[in-house]
């Protein structure tokens, strides 16, 4: 399957998965949600407090409501609505955040610059050549010197062994189920430091990478050029 069907076919799938999002994620309710992750949010708490926060691809909003408290505004963008629907009632209190749909890719309509970007489980679901892409597009909208947060999952040998492959780019690719039994292919990479360091090459500046691993996440932190 090319990159663009893939890319086609998640979209689809968390557009249909959208009502259990939240209890695929265990998400509870949010002040017992930020309390579990509280040490992912010590670590980039200063690079979104007080800030103009762009965040890609929210989802259903659990982090949204977590950037909501501290930043001075947040612009939530997902490119679905049936997630941003969702979103807008867990985030119904916060006037500092607005949703608009948005494609990652391409982010076209947003208005920069912003101070902050963020993203949570967003990264390691764009397939390896869109890396660029994404970036080129993530950049354009923030000042120079603008903080770029990115949280994701660390590598699950369950997850890895879900049913996957690797495609010809070396693109992991899961099988995923839906309860009535429609199936898709998502892409799930599980890049190294390395990998990562390398991905922003020229492009970012301060990086910073921690891994939690009772929360099964790193957290990526870098200022751009
Ligand atoms: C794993 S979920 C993460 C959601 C949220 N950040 C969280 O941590 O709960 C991935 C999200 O990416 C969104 N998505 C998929 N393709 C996208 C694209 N091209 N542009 C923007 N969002 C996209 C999906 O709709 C979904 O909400």
């Known amino acids: ?15 249909r998965r959208a009502p259990l999002h939240d209890d695929y994620l265990g998400y509870a309710s949010g002040p017992k949600n930020e309390q579990l992750v509280a040490p992912l ?4 708490e200063d690079r979104v407090s007080h800030k103009k926060v762009l965040e890609v691809a929210c989802g259903t909003g659990i982090w949204t409501r977590i950037l909501a408290s ?19 009632v867990k985030c119904c209190e916060a006037d500092t955040v607005t949703f608009r749909t948005a494609d990652a890719y391409r982010l076209k309509g947003i208005r920069g610059p912003y101070e902050t970007a963020f993203a949570a489980d967003w990264w390691s679901h764009i397939p390896k050549s869109r ?14 010197g603008s903080s770029v947060v990115f ?15 690797y495609d010809e ?16 292919h998502v892409v ?10 390398e991905s ?9 990478y921690h891994e939690h691993h009772a929360l099964n996440r790193w957290v990526l932190i870098y200022r751009t050029v």
């Not at 949010?41 to 980039?44: N, P």
């Not at 890396?131 to 120079?144: M, Q």
């Not at 922003?200 to 910073?208: H, K, R, W």
């Open 151 to 165: 949280v994701d999952m660390l590598p699950n040998r369950d997850l890895h062994r879900m049913f996957s492959h």
């Open 41 to 44: 949010i010590r670590i980039f």
């Open 200 to 208: 922003l090459a020229g492009q970012a500046q301060d990086i910073e």
């Open 1 to 15: 399957m090319d990159c663009e069907h893939l890319i086609q076919e998640m979209n689809v799938y968390y557009d």
């Open 169 to 184: 780019e070396g693109n992991l690719i899961q099988r995923r189920l839906l309860p009535d039994g429609q199936q898709f």
């Open 188 to 197: 799930k990479n599980f890049p190294t430091r390395q990998e990562l360091f």
């Open 131 to 144: 890396l660029p892409v994404f970036l080129n597009a993530l950049h354009r909208k923030l000042k120079p």
């Open 70 to 88: 501290r930043a001075r505004s947040v612009l939530a963008t997902d490119i679905n609505p049936s997630v941003l629907d969702i979103a807008r």
